[in-house]
């Protein structure tokens, strides 16, 4: 088996913020919307980094995503937001480099824009 080629280690290193931006660029490419908290300290803690909708309502909430890095741990707040945002049926989850990689993140969004 052999490993992430140097295209995908360079993804798999991205730090938060740029795992962000390609993943805004691609919602924006899609006409979608977002919402980004700038500013956690002055938030609810754990709340999703991003939610993203599609003005053309075909999914019913949008994407609630938390970014993280590859290595990035989930605080504890985060943590019990994501499992009650999960029990009220939302579509929410943690979003790593290696989504990107994977093609995870770019196929949920494509499929939210629908
Ligand atoms: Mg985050």
């Known amino acids: 088996m052999s490993g992430p080629n140097p295209l995908e280690r360079a993804v798999l290193a991205w730090p938060e913020a740029e795992l962000q931006s390609n993943v805004v660029a691609l919602v924006k490419a899609l006409r979608g919307r977002y919402f980004h908290v700038y500013d956690s300290r002055r938030s609810v803690p754990g709340y ?23 290595r990035g741990r989930l605080s504890d707040e985060q943590a019990v937001i994501i499992e009650q945002f999960r029990a009220c049926g939302y579509d929410v989850g943690v979003w790593r480099p290696r989504d990107w990689v994977s093609g995870r993140i770019q196929n949920e969004l494509r499929e939210a824009a629908r």
């Open 48 to 70: 999703p980094d991003l939610h993203v909708w599609f003005p053309n309502c075909r999914h019913p909430v949008g994407l609630f995503r938390e970014l993280k890095t590859e």
